[in-house]
């Protein structure tokens, strides 16, 4: 069921089986990403309007645009492939994202499965193991106000150890430090 997702993958294993570093990583992203049509990315963007139609005023603004970011500008990214940290992959996490990913594809009740979600753990492999970068872009807004932030080389993020448990979110695969509270 899961290969009906992927455009251009012969199936999600080819993620497992392929990848041993970064540059790989990034080429089976591209290769997924090509297949995108405007078609898929205006389905991804009505998504997103979708998600964010009840958040509130000011919020939703900031929502969309650090979501729009994550998705279009990392597809946009992905396909240009000019940012990779061209490294062996931590096979043990690598292995973990997938296996959540995977989870996540196969527990879905709803025939109509978000293609957000499902670009948005691409973005996240990119993010988290070609740039070496959070899955949240730099000033996304968390509940109190804190965002994720660059210090030189280093992210902080406000509720990563918060969220590490959360199999709904990424955290526990993040590059990000946790940010000092006090």
């Not at 492939?81 to 879905?108: A, M, P, W």
């Not at 406000?158 to 969220?163: D, I, L, S």
Request: charged content about 25%; hydrophobic content about 35%.
């Amino acid at each position: 069921m899961t290969v009906r997702l992927f455009k251009k993958l012969e199936n999600f294993h080819e993620l497992h089986e392929s990848v041993h570093d970064s540059q790989t990583l990034l080429s089976i992203l591209q290769k997924e990403l090509a297949g995108y049509t405007v078609f898929d990315l205006m389905k991804i963007q009505a998504q997103l309007e979708k998600e964010s139609r009840y958040l509130p005023p000011g919020y939703k603004e900031m929502f969309k645009e650090k979501m729009g970011e994550q998705l279009f500008g990392n597809y946009k990214a992905i396909l240009s492939g000019d940012i990779c940290h061209n490294q062996k992959l931590d096979v043990e996490l690598y292995t973990d994202f997938l296996n959540t990913f995977q989870s996540k594809l196969d527990d879905r009740t709803d025939k109509h499965f978000p293609d957000m979600t499902i670009l948005y753990h691409m973005c996240a492999l990119y993010n988290i193991f070609v740039t070496l970068t959070p899955p949240h872009p730099e000033g996304t807004l968390f509940p109190g106000g804190y965002v994720v932030e660059r210090k030189g080389e280093d992210y902080y993020c406000p509720v990563r150890e918060k969220q590490e448990d959360n199999s709904e979110a990424l955290c526990k695969f993040c590059v990000a430090k946790q940010t000092d509270m006090e």
